[in-house]
């Protein structure tokens, strides 16, 4: 069954403390995966994407096809980083399949 | 271009009631989605358009759920007969793009709540 799990509702951090957002997957196929972000009051956006491993906002991600993982981390938390994060499976054309989502709150 | 735009943004409706959602895609995009968001679940894919052509709906797309892109560039979703279940909020996104690796810009959303 193709399944995305973020195991964290609710990740409260200090700034400048590091921050990790859990995401496991579940897929018979080889895995292309993503992080959405949904900042207050704004639209879903891609925050980054696992085929491009690029840093976006300091924060990165790597699929680790062993662990079926692909967490989110950056560094030093910053209050702007304040938002719900989701990790998203592609499942097939035009289907992505979302986890339940991280409210990740950034306390000064 | 102020990307993905959804309408009405609100709608409070009575069971039993129709409703139309309207999305309006970037305008080059060729792909159209809809997906729905409960309360603390992420988003769950219904259907999605390449160019007007319907090519997937979800389970989850009863026989009261339709949804239309008749040129290839709007697209509607319509309720029929709605009930207190169906109140969620319903994403639009668009993609540009011929592969799975298409980024989703996403409309901020049509709420429905089913009195």
């Known amino acids: 069954a193709q399944r995305v799990t973020q195991p964290e509702k609710l990740l409260s951090v200090f700034k400048g403390a590091p921050v990790e957002l859990k995401c496991n997957y579940s897929?018979?196929?080889?895995?292309?995966l993503f992080w959405y972000v949904q900042y207050s009051r704004q639209r879903l956006q891609l925050l980054l994407r696992?085929?491009s491993r690029e840093s976006i906002k300091g924060f990165t991600a790597d699929l680790n096809k062993g662990e079926t993982s692909f967490h989110l981390k950056k560094p030093f938390a910053q209050e702007e980083d304040s938002a719900m994060y989701y990790c998203?499976?592609?499942?097939?054309?035009?289907?992505?399949?979302f986890g339940a989502g991280t409210q990740v709150v950034v306390t000064p | 271009d102020t990307g993905v735009s959804q309408d009405p943004r609100h709608k409070i409706t009575k069971r039993g009631q129709n409703v139309t959602f309207r999305c309006d895609p970037i305008?080059?995009?060729?792909?159209l989605y809809w997906y729905r968001q409960t309360l603390g679940q992420g988003p769950e894919f219904l259907t999605y358009?390449?160019?007007?052509?319907?090519?997937?709906k979800s389970r989850l797309l009863s026989d009261r759920f339709s949804a239309e892109r008749p040129k290839g560039s709007f697209s509607t979703l319509e309720i029929q007969r709605t009930e207190q279940g169906d109140s969620a909020m319903y994403l639009c996104?668009?993609?540009?793009?011929?592969?799975?690796?298409?980024?989703?810009?996403f409309g901020e959303g049509s709420r429905l709540t089913v009195l």
């Open positions: 996104a668009s993609s540009l793009g011929s592969g799975e690796r298409g980024e989703l810009f």
């Open positions: 897929y018979s196929g080889s895995p292309e």
């Open positions: 696992h085929i």
């Open positions: 998203a499976l592609v499942v097939g054309w035009g289907k992505f399949q």
């Open positions: 305008s080059e995009h060729n792909r």
């Open positions: 358009f390449q160019n007007e052509a319907q090519l997937e």
